[in-house]
Antibody, heavy 120, light 110 residues
C-alpha cells in the first residue's frame, strides 16, 4: 500500500523559506505515469494546487506562486520536496503531498497533511 | 475567487439525491477531464470521481459524475449521514498551465 508522509517545520517566520519533504513508501517515486504534487489548504478554506513534479524532474507550478516555489525530487531517497520563499501569514495552511495518475489533478494517494504556521 | 465555481453549500435528507455543480470555462472543464474529491472533517481529501464519471475502486455507486460543455456535476443518491463532508472539483487549466480546484461545497445531511 502506497503511503506518503509530509515532514518539516510547523512554524516559519515571515519572509523566510518554508521547506517540506514528502517521503513515499510502498512504491517507487520513479514509476512512470505518476506525477507527485503539493496541495495546500488554509484553515477553514478550500484546496489550492501548488505544483507537481515528474520523477525525471520536469515541473508544473501554480502561476500565482511560481515566482516563490521550487519542487524537487530525490529518487535515491524516494522523496520529493517543496520550498516556498518569502512567506507571509497568507501562506499558513495545511500542506498535503499527493500522487497523481493520468494527469496532474487526479490525486489518488494523499499524505495526512502538515500544518505550517507563518508567524514571528 | 476560485477558477472553478461551486455552490458553497448543499443539503439533503437521508435517502435523497443531491447534486453539486462545478462551473468552469473552455480552458479547463471545456477541454480537460474533471475529478471530484470528498474531504471528511479533519482528514485529507479522497479521490471520489475521476475522468468525469469514473469511480475508483471502493467508492459506492451512489456517487456519480457527469460533464457537459464547461460544467460538471457530482450526484449523490441514497444520501447517508456519513456523506456529510466537503466536496471539491478539480481540472487542468490549459490557459494557466496549472491545476485548479473549485472553492468547495459543504454538504449537510439534515
Amino acid at each position: 500500500q502506497l503511503q506518503l508522509q509530509e515532514s518539516g517545520p510547523g512554524l516559519v517566520k515571515p519572509s523566510e523559506t518554508l521547506s517540506l519533504t514528502c517521503t513515499v513508501s510502498g512504491g517507487s517515486i520513479s514509476s512512470s505515469s505518476y506525477y507527485w504534487g503539493w496541495i495546500r489548504q488554509p484553515p477553514g478554506k478550500g484546496l489550492e494546487w501548488i505544483g507537481s513534479i515528474y520523477y525525471s524532474g520536469s515541473t508544473y507550478y501554480n502561476p500565482s506562486l511560481k515566482s516563490r516555489v521550487t519542487i524537487s525530487v530525490d529518487t535515491s531517497k524516494n522523496q520529493f520536496s517543496l520550498k516556498l520563499s518569502s512567506v507571509t501569514a497568507a501562506d499558513t495552511a495545511v500542506y498535503y503531498c499527493a500522487r497523481s495518475l493520468d494527469g496532474l489533478t487526479k490525486f489518488d494517494y494523499w499524505g495526512q497533511g502538515t500544518l505550517v504556521t507563518v508567524s514571528s | 475567487q476560485s477558477v472553478l465555481t461551486q455552490p458553497p453549500s448543499a443539503s439533503g435528507t437521508p435517502g435523497q439525491r443531491v447534486t453539486i455543480s462545478c462551473s468552469g470555462s473552455s480552458s479547463n472543464i471545456g477541454s480537460n477531464t474533471v475529478n471530484w474529491y470528498q474531504q471528511l472533517p479533519g482528514t485529507a481529501p479522497k479521490l471520489l470521481i475521476y475522468s468525469n464519471n469514473q469511480r475508483p475502486s471502493g467508492v459506492p455507486d451512489r456517487f456519480s459524475g457527469s460533464k457537459s460543455g464547461t460544467s460538471a456535476s457530482l450526484a449523490i443518491s441514497g444520501l447517508q449521514s456519513e456523506d456529510e463532508a466537503d466536496y471539491y472539483c478539480a481540472a487542468w487549466d490549459d490557459s494557466l498551465n496549472g491545476g485548479v480546484f473549485g472553492g468547495g461545497t459543504k454538504l449537510t445531511v439534515l
